[in-house]
């Protein structure tokens, strides 16, 4: 069975800092990238930060650049999602998901953990 199951979510003071994961199993992981997305309330959801198990190429929404850094751990079938500097506007459930390439369809879905980042 393939699932995706993200943790690390929590309420923070913006500023602040958190560490989402994204544990993966039930697929051959390295031969998918891993995404993050979010929604927020009455938002369309958003693509956030990929990267590419191939050749380990990252991708960042303009939005999260130079705050959040996407990072792998092969060992451990996980990936994780650095968040710095976070902003009220950060608040969202966060979703990670797999394909096989980053700007492609998204084949696997997690079911989401929330960030909220209060002022």
């Known amino acids: 069975e393939v699932q995706l199951v993200e943790s690390g979510g929590g309420l923070v003071q913006a500023g602040g800092s958190l560490r989402l994961s994204c544990a993966a199993s039930g697929f051959t992981f390295d031969d998918y990238a891993i995404g993050w997305f979010r929604q927020a309330p009455g938002k369309e959801r958003e693509g956030v930060s990929c990267v590419s198990r191939s050749d380990g190429s990252t991708y960042y929404a303009d939005s999260v650049k130079g705050r959040f850094t996407i990072s792998s751990d092969n060992a451990k079938n996980t990936v994780y999602l650095q968040m710095n500097s976070l902003k009220p506007e950060d608040t969202a459930v966060y979703y990670c998901?797999?394909?096989?390439?980053?700007?492609?369809?998204?084949?696997?879905w997690g079911q989401g953990t929330q960030v909220t980042v209060s002022s």
């Open positions: 998901a797999a394909t096989r390439s980053c700007f492609n369809k998204y084949d696997y």
